[in-house]
T-cell receptor, first 115, second 110 residues
Framework: DQQVKQNSPSLSVQEGRISILNCDYT??????FLWYKKYPAEGPTFLIS?????DKNEDGRFTVFLNKSAKHLSLHIVPSQPGDSAVYFC??????????????FGQGTILTVHP | NAGVTQTPKFQVLKTGQSMTLQCAQD?????MYWYRQDPGMGLRLIYY???????DKGEVPNGYNVSRLNKREFSLRLESAAPSQTSVYFC?????????FGSGTQLSVL
């Protein structure tokens, strides 16, 4: 039972345009959400996160939106750059204490940004 | 500052062999984790250690054991490897909400 789903295995975008990566979850106990970025032969690296008490969090070119009623979150990258080409994982946890690192990951979306 | 270091990077085992994956972090983090990544399934938590001296099962613990040797080191042991354990294994540590991952161990069990 996949509790966190990324239904788009891949996304292709032109440099300078917006990239929108989507993620859906089913467990209403999740209240902390994160996006990780992964390059080949490397471990995932933290990108941005959002708590369930917020609906938006921004960090430079990256913005995460959370719609709790729809159990949906999205990552917007504006403008997209070729160096953003990577696999993006959505992840969720019950926040606090030892729950922080016990993440449930989506399957990942391969983003390709074309020059 | 190396962050999270995993050894080995690659390993090929025969069914039934045993091995230990090593992980060390130099960030003085309390919590450490082992995840595996399989195609089309994202990363799944095998075991975690909230603090030195404690370990607990994650989502997919069967066939694995762990040891939190000290605050820095957290090892994962396969006692009798099976082809279903062919995967990429990631160790991570955290302080707060961010996980810091190692570069992974690619394990093939034939």
């Amino acid at each position: 039972d996949q509790q966190v789903k990324q239904n788009s295995p891949s996304l292709s975008v032109q440099e300078g345009r917006i990239s929108i990566l989507n993620c859906d979850y089913t467990n209403s106990m999740f209240d902390y959400f994160l996006w990780y970025k992964k390059y080949p032969a490397e471990g995932p690296t933290f990108l941005i996160s959002i708590s369930s008490i917020k609906d938006k969090n921004e960090d430079g070119r990256f913005t995460v939106f959370l719609n709790k009623s729809a159990k949906h979150l999205s990552l917007h990258i504006v403008p997209s750059q070729p160096g953003d080409s990577a696999v993006y994982f959505c992840a969720a946890s019950g926040a606090g204490g030892t729950s922080y690192g016990k993440l449930t990951f989506g399957q990942g979306t391969i983003l390709t940004v074309h020059p | 500052n190396a962050g999270v270091t995993q050894t080995p990077k690659f390993q090929v085992l025969k069914t039934g062999q045993s091995m230990t994956l090593q992980c060390a972090q130099d960030m003085n983090h309390n919590s450490m984790y082992w995840y595996r990544q399989d195609p089309g399934m994202g990363l799944r938590l095998i075991y975690y250690s909230a603090s030195e001296g404690t370990t607990d099962k994650g989502e997919v613990p069967n066939g694995y054991n762990v040891s939190r040797l000290n605050k820095r080191e957290f090892s994962l042991r396969l006692e009798s490897a099976a082809p279903s354990q062919t995967s990429v294994y990631f160790c991570a540590s955290s302080h707060g909400e961010k996980l810091f991952f190692g570069s992974g161990t690619q394990l093939s069990v034939l």
